[in-house]
């Protein structure tokens, strides 16, 4: 079945370092590609997504590129802050069969930037 | 604020007993997801419902069940808890039935003691 695998956390960066959180998926057809942001105590944000092969989504100086050939969308950012603390899933939505449009998360990554 | 709420935030309730949480979706929103949060499964779709029908079902125990009513509010009712029940549980909605952007509730969180 489909499935979604990310980097065990946590990671732990000092302010203004470079973020690279690996995601990489199994899937039949051609999912789309999310990663969410759970800040502590919060519900799911989506921070960013990409809907076909080669497409790069990007928010709040995030970014993530749709790499068909090697099956990943690594999430990266050039400069942390504090407040991008957090735990990132990575997530695939595929429609076929009985799936209508559920999403496959990550275990999640936990983000810890510290000042 | 993704306009999903859920009720309650918390609920703490013992072995064997049964618990029903409760989703409003956003405003206009046809589709209500619910997934399950715990430290050793991660993040799980239990079941999607769409304008009151069931369409689609994760890997939901059978002592689980949910409904989506005429005003589009849904309710996840968990039966004969165990303490591995113990669990965030979100509520997302989103506008149809599949292809568009899922909107997160804050969660409820379940302990089974």
């Known amino acids: 079945g489909d499935s979604v695998t990310q980097m065990e956390g946590p990671v732990t960066l000092s302010e203004e370092a470079f973020l690279t959180i690996n995601c990489t998926y199994t899937a039949t057809g051609y999912p789309s590609l999310f990663w969410y942001v759970q800040y502590p105590g919060e519900g799911l944000q989506l921070l960013l997504k990409?809907?076909?092969?080669?497409d790069k989504g990007s928010n709040k100086g995030f970014e993530a590129t749709y790499r068909k050939e090697t099956t990943s969308f690594h999430l990266e950012k050039g400069s942390v802050q504090v407040s991008d603390s957090a735990v990132y899933f990575c997530?695939?939505?595929?429609?076929?069969?009985?799936?209508?449009?559920?999403?496959?998360f990550g275990k999640g990554t936990k983000l810890s930037v510290k000042p | 604020d993704s306009g999903v709420t859920q009720t309650p935030k918390h609920l703490i309730t013992a072995t064997g007993q049964r618990v029903t949480l409760r989703c409003s979706p956003r405003?206009?929103?046809?589709?209500v997801y619910w997934y399950q949060q715990s430290l050793d499964q991660g993040l799980q779709f239990l079941i999607q419902y769409y304008n009151g029908e069931e369409r689609a079902k994760g890997n939901i125990l059978e002592r689980f069940s949910a409904q989506q009513f005429p005003d589009l509010h849904s309710e996840l009712n968990l039966s004969s808890l165990e303490l591995g029940d113990s669990a965030l549980y979100f509520c997302?909605?989103?506008?149809?039935?599949?292809?568009?952007?899922?909107?997160f509730g804050p969660g409820t969180r379940l302990t089974v003691t």
């Open positions: 405003s206009g929103d046809l589709s």
């Open positions: 997302a909605s989103s506008v149809a039935l599949a292809g568009y952007e899922q909107y």
């Open positions: 990409a809907t076909k092969a080669d």
């Open positions: 997530a695939l939505r595929t429609t076929y069969g009985g799936s209508q449009g559920n999403l496959i």
